[in-house]
T-cell receptor, first 117, second 111 residues
C-alpha cells in the first residue's frame, strides 16, 4: 500500500480480555515500530523490529504485552488480560532501514484507539 | 538517553500571523531531529527532518526549522499560518532506531 495501515481503527474491550492490533507497513520497509500515545505518558516507544526479529523490546510495559512480525511485513501487537490503564492510541511506524540516515525516517499509520472498560 | 522538551503546551495564533514552536533536545551525539504534526483523530505526519548538512531545513506545508547545536534547539517556523494548521505538533529526536518525542504543542488558529 501507499502508507502504513492499522486495524482496527477503534477497539472497545472489557477489562481482562485479550486484544490483537495489526500493522501493515509500507511495502519494502524492513524496520517496524510500535508506539503508544496516552494522555498521561505522551508518545512512548514500545518495540522495534528489524525483519522478523525484535532487537529492542524494552518499551513493552509488562509481560502482558507481546508482538510479532511475520514475513518481514505484517506485525501484530497483543495485549493479554487488558487493564484500564492500557487505554491509549497504539501507533505503528515503518522505515526503509533503521534510523541511521535519511532513509531511516519513520512513517506512521493512523493508529488504533483502544478503550478498555 | 535522548530527551526532548517542548516548552509551550498551547499556542494561539491569528490566521496569517507567523508561528514559531520551540524544541530543545538532549543527546550526546549529533541528533537526528524531526517535526511531526497530528490532526485530531489522525496519525503522525512528517513535516520535516534534519540529519546533517544545512541547518535550515524546509518541509511540507510551508514549514521550516533551524538546527542550532549551540542551543540544542530545533525550532519550527511558518511565516503565515492557515486555519488548516491547527493541530498538535511534536518534536522528536532519533537515535539508532528509536524516536523520543516531546510532549507536544497544540496550535489553535483564530480567524
Amino acid at each position: 500500500g501507499a502508507g502504513v495501515s492499522q486495524s482496527p481503527s477503534n477497539k472497545v474491550t472489557e477489562k481482562g480480555k485479550d486484544v490483537e492490533l495489526r500493522c501493515d507497513p509500507i511495502s519494502g520497509h524492513t524496520a517496524l515500530y510500535w508506539y503508544r500515545q496516552s494522555l498521561g505518558q505522551g508518545l512512548e516507544f514500545l518495540i522495534y523490529f528489524q525483519g522478523n526479529s525484535a532487537p529492542d523490546k524494552s518499551g513493552l510495559p509488562s509481560d502482558r504485552f507481546s508482538a510479532e512480525r511475520t514475513g518481514g511485513s505484517v506485525s501484530t501487537l497483543t495485549i493479554q488480560r487488558t487493564q484500564q490503564e492500557d487505554s491509549a492510541v497504539y501507533l505503528c511506524a515503518s522505515s526503509l532501514v533503521p534510523l541511521t540516515s535519511g532513509a531511516g525516517t519513520q512513517y506512521f499509520g493512523p493508529g488504533t484507539r483502544l478503550l478498555v472498560l | 538517553a535522548q530527551s526532548v522538551t517542548q516548552p509551550d503546551i498551547h499556542i494561539t495564533v491569528s490566521e496569517g500571523a507567523s508561528l514559531e514552536l520551540r524544541c530543545n533536545y538532549s543527546y550526546g551525539a549529533t541528533p537526528y531531529l524531526f517535526w511531526y504534526v497530528q490532526s485530531p483523530g489522525q496519525g503522525l505526519q512528517l513535516l520535516l527532518k534534519y540529519f546533517s548538512g544545512d541547518t535550515l531545513v524546509q518541509g511540507i506545508k510551508g514549514f521550516e526549522a533551524e538546527f542550532k547545536r549551540s542551543q540544542s534547539s530545533f525550532n519550527l517556523r511558518k511565516p503565515s499560518v492557515h486555519w488548516s494548521d491547527a493541530a498538535e505538533y511534536f518534536c522528536a529526536v532519533g537515535a539508532r532506531y528509536k524516536l523520543s518525542f516531546g510532549a507536544g504543542t497544540t496550535v489553535t488558529v483564530r480567524a
